[in-house]
């Protein structure tokens, strides 16, 4: 469209900015220092750099009390924000982390004193958005998942190392057996490392469900025996069991935090349903009963949604919380998660519209939900395969995630209880809709639909 016959609609001049924070402070944070900006009438030096020991800490909250300060906007990277973000909440401060994408430091030479000043400002305005962050109670249970989830990462690496020394001796245990790290898997690998070498004798460590028969076994474990190999071997499964070990303890824990949660629900009330039907343990599964602290704590059953196990409906709770006021509505909570498209428009041209990149593990969590329902007999898996064939798989699962994290949004919300329905079912009602598509644009075309029986 030509300049000449675009028309802007002008409502009014853009008023001047007012500042809404009037006791605002910038901080810029560091490994080693903290620069804090104040405004220019509350401290005859508004800006002063503090170390980052407990002490000084505690000396930059009086600091800004003495300058009367109610709410304060940090910008760091890594994790040395979160102790001074605890001790000045503990005082009493509005505290907002912001992300340091939002931020745009002037044009010129960039200095950590020029950022204190920039963010101060900023914040004066109120231009800046500040990051989601749970109360304390779900951030401390969010810490344990994110450990947790760090050492079924660390377990993997010594997995890898198992599979590695097992093809040096040409033991091709993975070419018979899916995961090593099964019952047959590591029944084997503990019985080479006891001295065992006749291939016949370890394949009757064989479980019964197993494919492959005992001669495939045994012609695969038949290999070259190295006391290099052996020992690397070795160190691996040790190294894995003391991970298996940890993990367990760190459930524990989770466990004992979960105990002190207030519970939304009483269990003898409002029992929780039964559960889906029988799914397979794993190695990465949870050892304790999560579905029943979980269903207290939100008031309603998560893994009542197909794709979500406790695990997942875990993670997704340690990092939204059960509290849902942060988003106003459903679009924003998506938007958070960043499940909806993004339009990038410039020059009045789309640029692009595809989601933008995250790293957030509760976004993670709705796509693997969304994969795990890939091939279910459910609505939510027609949805995805309705999708698949429109959009491709990649685009598939997001549109799955984002209807997921919907449901879950309106469960947690309003605490009403998800009501599952079948592929049968989610296929009829589109069907429904896609009859009355076709007859409202046959009304508009001046036309008439007359459905012919089958």
Request: net charge positive; hydrophobic share 40%.
């Amino acid at each position: 469209m030509s300049n000449e016959k675009r028309q802007l609609k002008i409502k009014g001049h853009p008023e001047n900015l007012a500042q809404i924070n009037l006791h605002a402070a910038g901080l810029d944070i560091g490994a080693f220092e903290v620069y804090a900006c104040v405004p220019a009438d509350r401290a005859e030096e508004p800006v002063r750099v503090f170390p980052t020991f407990t002490p000084d800490l505690y000396a930059l909250a009086d600091w800004l009390a003495v300058c009367e300060i109610d709410t304060v906007a940090m910008e760091s990277t890594g994790v040395y924000w979160i102790p001074i973000y605890e001790i000045l909440e503990e005082r009493g401060f509005a505290v907002n982390l912001i992300n340091a994408q939002q931020l745009k430091n002037v044009p010129g030479k960039k200095s950590d004193l020029l950022d204190a000043q920039w963010i101060q400002q900023l914040h004066t305005y109120g231009l800046l958005q500040a990051s989601f962050r749970p109360v304390a109670e779900i951030c401390a249970l969010r810490a344990l998942v994110r450990h947790r989830d760090n050492l079924l990462r660390y377990r993997t690496v010594h997995v890898q190392h198992m599979d590695k020394a097992l093809q040096q001796m040409n033991l091709k245990l993975t070419s018979v057996l899916t995961d090593i790290t099964g019952f047959t898997g590591l029944n084997i690998i503990r019985a080479i490392l006891r001295g065992e070498r006749d291939p016949h004798l370890l394949a009757q460590y064989r479980h019964g469900r197993c494919h492959h028969s005992l001669e495939d076994i045994a012609k695969a474990l038949t290999g070259n025996y190295r006391p290099e190999h052996l020992f690397a071997l070795q160190q691996a499964v040790e190294l894995y069991d003391i991970y298996n070990e940890k993990m367990a303890a760190c459930d524990q824990e989770i466990e004992r935090l979960y105990a002190t949660f207030e519970p939304v629900v009483d269990i003898e009330e409002q029992p929780l349903a039964s559960g889906k039907p029988y799914r397979k343990q794993t190695g990465n599964s949870l050892t304790f009963d999560a579905r029943t602290y979980l269903y207290q704590i939100a008031g309603v059953d998560l893994t009542a949604i197909d794709g979500l196990h406790a695990g997942l409906a875990q993670k997704i709770i340690a990092e939204i919380g059960v509290d849902m006021t942060p988003w106003p509505t459903v679009k924003h909570f998506a938007s958070w998660l960043r499940l909806c498209p993004y339009r990038d428009i410039s020059g009045g041209r789309v640029l692009r519209t595809k989601t933008k990149k995250t790293t957030n593990p509760a976004t993670q969590a709705f796509r693997m939900a969304a994969q795990a329902v890939s091939r279910s007999d459910s609505a939510l898996g027609a949805h995805y395969r309705r999708m698949r064939a429109k959009l491709g798989p990649s685009q598939a699962i997001v549109a799955t995630a984002h209807k997921i994290a919907r449901i879950v949004y309106h469960m947690l919300k309003e605490k009403t209880p998800y009501q599952a329905l079948g592929a049968a079912e989610y296929d009829a009602q589109m069907r429904i809709r896609a009859i009355k598509n076709l007859e409202r644009k046959a009304r508009k075309l001046g036309l008439q639909i007359v459905p012919t029986p089958m």
